[in-house]
């Protein structure tokens, strides 16, 4: 399939990038930084995604995965102005099969950066008026939301033992997720997934279900 990707530079975007490239698909990329990915099934373009106007003419994409996103830098410009640009751009069209958004746990939480949060919260709820209107394609658009993956972008607090600790406290698996295992969730809600749609998956090892319950004789 015809897969159009944001943010392939680094990370979770790369990850998905070379995913859908083993499998076969046929993969074009958008990120502000250069690609170290070298492959007949992938084209690169570098522009920031916040140039509108700049954006190539691409037609009939199949999968669209908006991935590009920043932290604490015109967040909101980025993660869902720029998101709600390119979906409108590629994605309402008939050859289009499904729509993914990487948001955020923090979405629902509200534990992050204050413009962040409001960001990924838009992209929920953008996720939701998107679904409803690419569902006359037979297509389908959720929002994969992680809590923490191990990233470059994470290292700050991953090489913090201090901080670490304390992440590793208010998670009940005790680790972050991989890129990998976050790629193969966005191959799955686009590749495999034909009936889920207008849905958030939270995926953070259970940390938005911590209550910090203390009793007499409970320890949860």
Same mark, same amino acid.
């Given at each position: 399939?015809?897969?159009?990707?944001?943010?392939?530079?680094?990370?979770?975007?790369?990850? #998905? =990038?070379?995913?859908? #490239?083993?499998?076969?698909?046929?993969?074009?990329?958008?990120?502000?930084?250069?690609?170290?990915?070298? &492959?007949?099934?992938?084209? &690169?373009?570098?522009?920031?995604?916040?140039?509108?106007?700049?954006?190539?003419?691409?037609?009939?994409?199949?999968?669209?995965?908006?991935?590009?996103?920043?932290?604490?830098?015109?967040?909101? =410009?980025?993660?869902?102005?720029?998101?709600?640009?390119?979906?409108?751009? !590629? *994605?309402?069209?008939?050859? #289009?099969?499904?729509?993914?958004? @990487?948001?955020?746990?923090?979405?629902?939480?509200? *534990?992050? $950066?204050?413009?962040?949060? =409001?960001?990924?919260?838009?992209?929920? *709820? !953008? %996720?939701?008026?998107? *679904?409803?209107?690419?569902?006359? !394609?037979?297509?389908?658009?959720?929002?994969?939301?992680?809590?923490?993956? @191990?990233?470059?972008?994470?290292?700050?607090? #991953?090489?913090?033992?201090?901080?670490?600790?304390?992440?590793?406290?208010?998670?009940?698996?005790?680790?972050?997720?991989?890129?990998?295992?976050?790629?193969?969730? =966005? !191959? $799955?809600? %686009?590749?495999?997934?034909?009936?889920?749609?207008?849905?958030? @998956?939270?995926?953070?090892?259970?940390?938005? @279900?911590?209550? &910090?319950?203390?009793?007499?004789?409970?320890?949860?």
């Amino acid at each position: 399939m015809k897969v159009l990707i944001t943010g392939t530079g680094q990370g979770i975007g790369k990850g #998905i =990038a070379e995913l859908f #490239i083993a499998a076969n698909h046929q993969v074009i990329g958008i990120d502000r930084q250069s690609s170290t990915i070298k &492959h007949d099934n992938y084209q &690169h373009y570098q522009l920031d995604i916040r140039q509108f106007k700049k954006l190539p003419d691409i037609a009939d994409i199949e999968i669209l995965i908006n991935n590009a996103g920043t932290q604490n830098e015109d967040d909101i =410009a980025v993660n869902l102005k720029a998101l709600i640009s390119i979906t409108e751009k !590629y *994605a309402f069209q008939p050859k #289009i099969k499904s729509i993914l958004n @990487i948001g955020s746990a923090s979405a629902h939480t509200g *534990a992050e $950066f204050p413009e962040y949060c =409001a960001s990924k919260g838009g992209v929920v *709820a !953008y %996720t939701k008026n998107a *679904a409803l209107r690419v569902a006359k !394609y037979g297509a389908t658009c959720n929002s994969l939301d992680p809590g923490g993956v @191990i990233t470059p972008l994470n290292e700050c607090v #991953i090489n913090d033992a201090n901080l670490w600790r304390q992440i590793m406290n208010e998670t009940p698996l005790k680790r972050w997720a991989t890129i990998e295992e976050i790629a193969e969730w =966005a !191959y $799955f809600m %686009t590749v495999h997934n034909k009936f889920c749609t207008g849905q958030s @998956i939270i995926i953070d090892g259970g940390e938005a @279900i911590n209550n &910090h319950f203390i009793w007499p004789g409970h320890n949860i």
